[in-house]
């Protein structure tokens, strides 16, 4: 409670400081730039403008990515005759593989907990590659699942850096394992099968 009372005095100190000496200071930086974001919404017709962090913006554009290139299940034409590939021709892509993985390097503090990856190898297995009968799918139509599953193994080099208050680089040889699924949807060409 005694720690309480004293952090309250310094904040009352420190508000009653800034009221006072910011004023005086000349600076009117505070009042310049709602000015302008205001008249700037005023001659677009939008709200004022919001800054936006570089992590939201880049978390926005990575869904996006994810969401167009490895969140869809593709509906494939059916191919006949004796030289159709009935087998997983998309194995998963480097990139899907480190997206897939945990991200431990996320979060660290420049110079004071830096973690990064060097080194890396994806070794990519099909697990699972099989076809299942025809049957109607809603908003498809009679088609046939295809399961591909892949098992990718990630080995890499994990250096863990430090400047402050102690030096210190710690280097560890990491595997991680990763299990992607690539099902896609092959349409029925002829009638369907219960």
């Known amino acids: 409670m005694k720690l309480l009372k004293k ?24 009042g310049w730039t709602w000015q302008t974001a205001w008249t700037g919404a005023l001659f677009f017709g939008t709200t004022p403008l919001i800054p936006v962090t570089p992590y939201f913006s880049q978390e926005i554009e990575d869904t996006y990515w994810e969401e167009e290139r490895y969140k869809k299940v593709p509906i494939l034409d059916p191919v006949e005759g004796e030289n159709a590939p ?3 021709l998309d194995p998963p892509q480097p990139d899907e593989v480190m997206r897939a993985l945990p991200d431990d390097t996320a979060g660290g503090f420049p110079f004071l907990a ?52 102690v030096p210190f680089t710690a280097k560890d040889q990491v595997e991680e394992v990763v299990y992607i699924d690539h099902d896609h949807l092959i349409r029925c060409a002829g009638p369907v099968v219960d």
């Open 7 to 30: 952090r309250t005095k310094q904040l009352w100190l420190l508000a009653a400081l800034a009221m006072v000496t910011l004023p005086t200071s000349g600076c009117n930086l505070l």
């Open 86 to 88: 009935l087998f997983c």
């Open 114 to 165: 830096e973690t990064s990856r060097n080194n890396v190898r994806i070794v990519v297995e099909p697990m699972v590659d099989r076809i299942d009968e025809c049957r109607f799918f809603p908003q498809v139509g009679p088609a046939r699942l295809h399961h591909c599953h892949y098992k990718c193994t990630v080995y890499f080099d994990e250096f863990k850096r430090s400047s402050w208050p």
